[in-house]
Nanobody, 119 residues
Framework: QVQVVESGGGLAQAGGSLRLSCVVSARTVAQYSMAWFRQAPGKEREFVAAIDWRGRATTYTDSVKGRFTISRDGPKKPTYLQMNSLKPEETAIYYC????????????WGQGTQVTVSS
């Protein structure tokens, strides 16, 4: 059984920062690639950022490049999303997700953490 748990959401002012954390718990050690997604009210869930299991390769959606940073110190360590220069339109539920190398899609999801950015 794989459990994904996010933390760190909350309220920030426009231009402010928040850091989200994500931990994967599983019976066996596995090389999970990790990602963050978000879903704003009335919108579809969208990809935000991803990082490979070693913490070396990262990808971002264009709108967050230069402001958000996804990181991890290794396959057994938490995954973080540092969000700077936040915008009110980035108010959303942020989800952490994990997948194994042979999986095409992210199969394991957390419950989500609310991020609210006030103007």
């Amino acid at each position: 059984q794989v459990q994904v748990v996010e933390s760190g959401g909350g309220l920030a002012q426009a231009g402010g920062s928040l850091r989200l954390s994500c931990v994967v718990s599983a019976r066996t050690v596995a090389q999970y690639s990790m990602a963050w997604f978000r879903q704003a009210p009335g919108k579809e869930r969208e990809f935000v950022a991803a990082i490979d299991w070693r913490g070396r390769a990262t990808t971002y959606t264009d709108s967050v490049k230069g402001r958000f940073t996804i990181s991890r110190d290794g396959p057994k360590k938490p995954t973080y999303l540092q969000m700077n220069s936040l915008k009110p339109e980035e108010t959303a539920i942020y989800y952490c997700a994990a997948r194994l190398p042979f999986q095409a899609n992210y199969e394991y999801w957390g419950q989500g953490t609310q991020v609210t950015v006030s103007s």
